[in-house]
């Protein structure tokens, strides 16, 4: 069992800067892959970026590449989206997520989920 916890969201200008992290319990936190995904209102929970078990093979959807950063710090158990540039398209909650399976995309794959945070980007 993993239970996640995200915080770091809030309003931001557009071309700011915010750090969202991820705080995970369970003994197992090492070995799973981490993702984050987001979900704008009346849309689907989209993929942004996923790392595996030491962040040196990471993934990321195509409208943040460049500009987003996971990251990954497992002896605090914890994973961290650096988002740069942020544009107003990139509103949405943020979730955190675990996968045991290497090269999750889809949500369906992804077992644990915590609870999301809000970020907004003002225009």
């Known amino acids: 069992q993993v239970q996640l916890v995200e915080s770091g969201g809030g309003l931001v200008q557009a071309g700011g800067s915010l750090r969202l992290s991820c705080a995970a319990s369970?003994?197992?936190?090492?070995?799973?892959?981490m993702g984050w995904f987001r979900q704008a209102p009346g849309k689907e929970r989209d993929f942004v970026a996923a790392?595996?078990?030491?962040?040196?093979?990471?993934d990321y959807a195509v409208s943040v590449k460049g500009r987003f950063t996971i990251s990954r710090d497992n002896a605090k158990k914890t994973v961290y989206l650096e988002m740069n540039s942020l544009k107003p398209e990139d509103t949405a909650v943020y979730y955190c997520?675990?996968?045991?399976?290497?090269?999750?995309?889809?949500?369906?794959?992804?077992?644990?989920w915590g609870q999301g945070t809000q970020v907004t980007v003002s225009s």
């Open positions: 997520a675990a996968s045991s399976r290497y090269g999750a995309r889809g949500a369906s794959e992804y077992d644990y």
């Open positions: 369970g003994r197992t936190f090492r070995s799973y892959i």
């Open positions: 790392s595996n078990w030491n962040a040196g093979s990471t």
